[in-house]
């Protein structure tokens, strides 16, 4: 006798209906293009016209020609939209956090959730019913495939982490090339003026550093926080004038050395409201009350989910008001 057919678990059911979603909406917005698929098809929304975009990736990507449907998948992502006017229909969730990022959250109210830091969940992209796809830094070839099933994908974060590269990338996928060329310029100008009101403070050495229950870790070069703070001419000390392997680089009590410069920005993934007494916290431990930083009273509690993470435009420039508030008297 045949033993009777196996039913399928949930999991096996959930991955089936989200690749059925997928194929769906592939077959949906291959059906709103022209008969020769030419740049002039019409986008998921309607829009006419399109054009080719070059992503970090080196690939090229059909994208409408003014998408009104997007999905950031990365906190760059997010940031380089709204910087550019543009409010997308999905996000993902802020590292540490359960939506945007702090810095981000009155701009980003109303976006839902379709991923976090670990990747999308496919079947809330599908729901989102995207126009362009921006998919950060993602280089799992396979979320990739899956995603340009669903509309337009564009890897707008290269190598260098580049918050500036990554803008204009964005600009020209969304249409928005000028409005990226603008923020530059204002960015420069903003960081000129701060450069001359800090005066002989702009060549201190600064330290950024994250702070939780694991222990303190630091923000190396190649990193967001570490482009703004060069942008404005200061040193860093230690290990942080180096390159480090990851985003950040964890720092023992007995090296916190390390991170004793002029300055220290020090802040924690959580709401900023919880940072209050941070300072309070890390005066009770004798090698924080070492540092020559916490000694002349120039530790700053910082928004760790602006200061010390992927970071974009609007991180930048809300960093330098940041700077100016603390150290230009």
């Not at 923000?219 to 942080?240: A, C, H, N, T, Y």
Request: glycine share 12%; proline share 5%.
């Amino acid at each position: 006798m045949k033993p009777p057919p196996r039913t399928p678990s949930r999991s096996a059911r959930r991955t089936t209906t989200a690749y059925c979603l997928i194929v769906a909406s592939a077959l949906a917005l291959t059906a709103c293009g022209s008969s020769d698929g030419g740049s002039g098809a019409d986008g998921p929304s309607g829009t006419k016209g399109g054009r080719t975009v070059t992503d970090a990736t080196g690939a090229e990507v059909e994208v409408p020609a003014s998408p009104k449907r997007v999905v950031a998948l990365s906190e760059m992502d997010l940031d380089s939209a709204l910087a550019l006017g543009v409010k997308p229909v999905g996000l993902t969730a802020g590292r540490g956090q359960k939506g945007a990022p702090e810095y981000l959250a009155a701009q980003a109210k109303g976006i839902p959730v379709v991923g976090a830091v670990t990747g999308p969940d496919l079947e809330k992209v599908v729901a989102a019913r995207p126009d362009v796809i921006l998919a950060g830094q993602s280089a799992d070839e396979q979320v990739l495939a899956q995603l340009r099933k669903i509309a337009p994908t564009v890897v707008t974060i290269d190598g260098t982490k580049s918050w500036k590269k990554s803008l204009r990338l964005t600009g020209r996928a969304l249409g928005r090339s000028e409005e990226a060329e603008e923020f530059l310029t204002g960015y420069d100008t903003r960081v000129a003026g701060l450069k001359k009101d800090l005066g002989a403070r702009a060549g201190l050495s600064v330290s950024v550093a994250r702070y939780s229950a694991k222990g303190t870790a630091v923000m190396q070069q190649g990193v967001f926080i570490s482009d703004v703070l060069k942008d404005l001419g200061f040193e860093r000390p230690g290990i942080q004038n180096r390159r480090g392997e990851g985003h950040s680089t964890p720092v023992s009590d007995e090296n916190l050395k390390e991170i004793d410069g002029d300055w220290l920005f020090i802040g924690t993934l959580s709401s900023a409201g919880s940072d209050a007494g941070l300072l309070d916290q890390l005066a009770k431990k004798p090698a924080y009350r070492q540092l020559k930083a916490v000694r002349d009273g120039h530790a700053t509690v910082i928004d760790g989910s602006k200061w010390t993470s992927l970071g974009g435009a609007e991180a930048a420039e809300s960093v330098l008001e940041d700077v100016r508030k603390a150290m230009v008297r």
